[in-house]
């Protein structure tokens, strides 16, 4: 799914770890710089890694600091 933020294209992506999910996130910006912000998090539910990967994706787009995930992964 992509998703448009100020004319950014942002494309959440969520895959499954173990028992977890973790959050990433594509942004191709309207300059057409593309930017991967690569793994953002682990999560319990894939409907919070998805909701992550947009936050942080909004954030990037917003030029304010990304937020911290609940978890780090190891």
Same mark, same amino acid.
């Given at each position: ?28 910006? !309207?300059?057409? !710089? ?29 030029? !304010? ?6 978890? !780090?992964?190891?």
């Amino acid at each position: 799914m992509v998703l448009y933020h100020h004319g950014a294209a942002i494309q959440p992506c969520v895959t499954k770890h173990g028992k977890t999910f973790v959050a990433r996130a594509s942004i191709l910006a !309207e300059d057409g !710089e593309a930017t991967s912000l690569g793994n953002l998090g682990e999560f319990a539910s894939q409907e919070c890694a998805f909701a992550f990967a947009v936050r942080s994706a909004t954030a990037f787009v917003d030029g !304010e600091p990304l937020p911290r995930s609940p978890f !780090e992964l190891t």
